[in-house]
Each structure stands twice: as structure tokens, then as C-alpha cells.
């Protein structure tokens, strides 16, 4: 049921995310204006997601959450239906940052479900679940616009919405989320905050969805436009991209980072994405476009992953929502920001000035990556104690 659920929820959010860049070009607005509209999604999230995972944590309670998560997602589709004004896209795309910031609830409900060693691999499976649900809604895009109209993938987004509210009433949380005991204390939250893991890690998601929401979230698909591509050869785009990443997010939990180390396989996927990212600006077939985003989908979902499960990783379970409500705030400030800096550059110097900034960002996180492993592993061989044995305690939380 809860899978059933998670797929629901992320096919209303993403069913118009292919054809939304050019559906409001279509409409007359400007590339910064739909910067704006792309970015909001992030921005509501920043304000968002951390004071609703301290209330989560504070309630006990992850249900209702996951309830208020298929209210907005309809409602913002609701509001892309109505009539040619700048303000409903752009409270659409607001109030789908609100159905966003849910997903706190959705991630820490899960994870209660594994012990409290395996949030690494319950947050790969909860991975494939945002994949699969996100390619479902993207794949329905291209094909709803051109047989029939544009506004055919929201009128399907809020039918999803409202099945995914209903079955999500039978969704049981699991005891854990429930004793009162284990519940998050407000002198805990400083805590929290301050584990070390958590911060590295939710600065390098910032970076991380800063890319993904300037390419195949943001300005891929007027990439493709440009190109000459219809709306089914946009959703053949995102099958391109979403099912590599897929298929990464299902093995680099449970494969790769067990083999390599996950830092190294996050470096890894920051590499190869800015291999992808920055050839776009030579790109001129859509052919081409399409064996780019395969490898870059492939990349993003070798780090992505990985960093949703470090989040949690040294957080006890009362704490968990506050602490993925505080790394999902600040990676929303990388959805906000990316496209809303993309835009303005791609209006300024062309749509390929955005795509080498998402380069940067991803030589930016690269270097992160490699300073804080190094730091890592000093620290590691510090703790080992005579016995040659790690001397590591999980973090207050």
C-alpha cells in the first residue's frame, strides 16, 4: 500500500513536468518568469520542510502529512486549469513545493520500517519509488499534450491525487512512529542540527538539485523543444533519463557503495553528470540529447540516493523527521536557486550559459566531495582504538 501510495503522489507532482517549460513558453511568458516558476517550487520548500519534520517529530505522526501531501498536489494541479493569468502558475508551482515538503513524512515513515542500520538501503528502495512514480507522470506528459491538450496532464495529475488520498487513509504507521517516548523533545532539535554528516551532506544536495532542476526538471525539455521535439519525443527524453536513474538509485546502495565507498561513488556521479550537463551546449540532434541524459540520469542517480540515506544515517529514529526536514530545506534552496539563475542566464547569453553553470556546480560539489573523504577517513583512523576496532558512536539525536 505504501508503495502503491508513493507512486501516486509522484506522479501528480511531475505528470506536467515535461511539457511545463514549454507549455508557458506557449503561453508568451519569458525565460526569467519561468525560471521563477520552476524555482518557486524550491523556495516553498526551503521555508517548508524543516519546521514541518520538528512537528512531524513532535506529534509522532507521519499520516497526516502524507494526507496534506495529496491535497496540495491536486490542488496545484487545479490551479494550472485555470484561466491565463501570471499568478496560477506560478501559485500552482508554489503550492506544489507545498506537496513537496511532505515527502519528509513519506521518507522517515518508511525508514521506519527498517532497523535502524539499513537507512542507506531503505532509502534506495524509497529512491526506486520516487523514480518509478516520477517517470510514470513524465511518460503520461507528452502523450496526454499531443492526443489531447495541453492541460490534459493536470486534469490526470488531481484524478491521481484524489486516488492517492484515499488509499493513503489505510496506511498504518509503525509503532515506532507512535510511542510517545520516542519522540522528538524540543531541546534535541540543536542536536540534530549540528550532527556533522548532515550538514556535508545537505550541502552537497543543494548543489545536486541545483543541477537536476536546471537539466531534466528544468530547461532539458525546452532543450529538446528547440530541437523540434514533439511532446511524445519529450516523454521518450524522460524515459531516457529516468530509467537509468532508476536503475542507479536501485544499485548504488546495495552494490556500489558497499564495493567503492560512497563517497567515491558520489564523486563519481558528480563527474559524470558534469560531463553530461556541460555538453549540452554542443549538442544539436536529438538523438544526441537523448544519450546524454541516459548517462546523466545514470550519474544523478548514483549520488542522489546516497545522500538522502547520510542524512538520516546517525539520527535516532525521534529525531529522523527533523533532521531529513532540515537536509530536504536546504537542498530546496538548489531547486530554487539553479533554475532561477539558469533562467536569468539563459536570457542574458542563450540556453546554453545555463547548462555550463550546472556544470560548475557540479565541479563545485566534486571538490567537496574529495576534502570532506579525506577528512573522513582522518578522523575514522583517529577513533580506532588499540584493537585495530572502530571507535565510532552514532551522534546524539
Not at 508568451?28 to 520542510?49: A, N, W
Not at 511518460?139 to 496532464?153: E, M, Q, R, V, Y
Not at 536557486?337 to 566534486?366: C, Q, R
Request: aromatic residues 12%.
Amino acid at each position: 500500500m505504501f508503495t502503491i501510495v508513493t507512486l501516486l503522489y509522484w506522479t501528480s507532482m511531475y505528470i506536467y513536468v515535461p511539457t511545463l517549460s514549454p507549455y508557458l513558453s506557449d503561453l508568451g511568458y519569458s525565460l526569467p518568469f519561468i525560471g521563477i516558476v520552476l524555482g518557486s517550487y524550491g523556495l516553498v520548500q526551503m521555508l517548508v520542510r524543516f519546521p514541518l519534520g520538528v512537528l512531524s517529530d513532535r506529534l509522532g505522526k507521519r499520516k497526516p502529512f502524507i494526507l496534506l501531501g495529496f491535497v496540495s498536489a491536486g490542488g496545484s494541479c487545479m490551479l494550472f486549469l485555470l484561466p491565463d493569468l501570471w499568478i496560477w502558475p506560478l501559485a500552482g508551482r508554489l503550492l506544489a513545493g507545498v506537496c513537496a515538503s511532505t515527502w519528509v513524512a513519506f521518507t522517515v515513515m518508511y525508514a521506519a520500517f527498517f532497523a535502524h542500520g539499513e537507512a542507506g538501503k531503505a532509502m534506495g528502495n524509497i529512491s526506486v519509488m520516487t523514480v518509478s512514480g516520477q517517470m510514470a507522470g513524465m511518460l503520461l506528459s507528452g502523450w496526454l499534450t499531443d492526443d489531447f491538450s495541453p492541460k490534459a496532464p493536470f486534469v490526470v495529475g488531481i484524478a491521481a491525487a484524489v486516488i492517492g488520498l484515499a488509499l493513503s487513509l489505510f496506511l498504518r504507521e509503525s509503532h515506532t512512529s507512535l510511542d510517545e517516548g520516542k519522540r522528538m523533545s524540543l531541546d534535541r532539535v540543536g542536536k540534530v542540527v549540528r550532527n556533522s554528516t548532515l550538514l556535508r551532506v545537505s550541502m552537497l544536495s543543494i548543489l545536486a538539485h541545483g543541477v537536476l532542476f536546471i537539466t531534466m526538471f528544468g530547461f532539458t525539455p525546452l532543450k529538446g523543444a528547440e530541437l523540434g521535439a514533439s511532446g511524445i519525443e519529450l516523454t521518450l527524453l524522460v524515459f531516457a533519463f529516468m530509467l537509468p536513474h532508476a536503475t542507479a538509485s536501485f544499485l548504488t546502495g546495495s552494490r556500489f557503495a558497499p564495493v567503492f565507498g560512497p563517497w567515491k561513488v558520489i564523486a563519481a556521479g558528480f563527474i559524470l553528470s558534469g560531463i553530461c550537463t556541460g555538453s549540452m551546449l554542443f549538442i544539436d540532434r536529438l538523438p544526441l540529447l537523448y544519450l546524454s541524459q541516459a548517462f546523466n540520469g545514470f550519474a544523478q542517480g548514483l549520488h542522489l540516493p546516497l545522500l538522502l540515506g547520510l542524512a538520516i544515517r546517525d539520527v535516532q529514529e525521534r529525531g529522523r523527521a527533523t533532521a531529513m526536514g532540515l537536509y530536504q530545506a536546504i537542498y530546496a534552496i538548489g531547486m530554487f536557486s539553479g533554475p532561477f539563475l539558469a533562467g536569468w542566464l539563459n536570457e542574458e547569453w542563450g540556453l546554453g550559459s545555463g547548462f555550463v553553470f550546472g556544470a560548475l556546480l557540479t565541479l563545485i560539489a566534486t571538490s567537496l566531495v574529495w576534502r570532506w573523504s579525506i577528512a573522513d577517513k582522518r578522523k575514522s583512523d583517529g577513533r580506532m582504538d588499540h584493537n585495530g576496532n572502530a571507535g565510532l558512536r552514532k551522534s546524539e539525536g
